[in-house]
């Protein structure tokens, strides 16, 4: 299985939610079985490292953010299982570039997973202060445990 994280210029979020699903994954031993990468919708950051708050915030949780950052493709939507979005302005831009009916299918709100959100999105940390991008860490997390429930119950079945 192939999971792709979006957001809008792929230094914040979506690496976060890649490194909490590399996390959740490696810790129920599933990283074998299932590999993760990021994009973004944006292609104002490409080939850049995350960003340094953010890699700063994941660090202090004991993450690694890791990668540059890449702009969604049409043809990542051939080599993904799942497409998950960090909020409503990037679950748009993906779907409209979707090439089919299945594509659009792909594509999910990353929280939509964490049975305990109380907001549909992930918020984008870049132009607010570090409680931002500590935030992200912990959402990202809380989600991407929902994420790998839902992939355990798919190996099960």
């Known amino acids: 299985m192939k999971i792709l994280t979006v957001c809008l210029g792929n230094i914040c979020r979506s690496p976060t939610a890649e490194a909490a699903l590399n996390e959740a994954l490696r810790e129920a031993g599933?990283?074998?079985?299932?590999?993760?990468?990021?994009?973004?919708?944006?292609?104002?950051?490409?080939?850049?490292?995350?960003?340094?708050?953010?890699?700063?915030?994941?660090?202090?949780?004991?993450?690694?953010?890791?990668?540059?950052?890449?702009?969604?493709?049409?043809?990542?939507?051939?080599?993904?299982?799942?497409?998950?979005?960090?909020?409503?302005?990037?679950?748009?831009?993906?779907?409209?570039?979707?090439?089919?009916?299945?594509?659009?299918?792909?594509?999910?709100?990353?929280?939509?997973?964490?049975?305990d959100a109380d907001h549909e999105e992930v918020p984008d940390p870049y132009y607010g202060g570090e409680a931002g991008f500590h935030a992200v860490v912990e959402l990202c997390r809380a989600a991407a445990r929902g994420v790998l429930a839902e992939i355990q119950q798919t190996l099960d079945a």
């Not at 950052?69 to 960090?86: H, P």
Request: hydrophobic share 40%.
């Open 30 to 115: 599933l990283d074998q079985q299932v590999s993760v990468d990021s994009a973004g919708t944006g292609d104002w950051h490409l080939g850049e490292p995350p960003d340094e708050r953010m890699t700063r915030a994941a660090a202090k949780a004991g993450m690694t953010l890791s990668g540059r950052s890449r702009q969604i493709a049409v043809t990542d939507f051939a080599e993904f299982d799942l497409i998950l979005v960090m909020d409503h302005a990037n679950h748009a831009d993906v779907t409209a570039m979707a090439p089919d009916a299945a594509g659009r299918d792909k594509v999910r709100l990353f929280r939509s997973f964490d049975p």
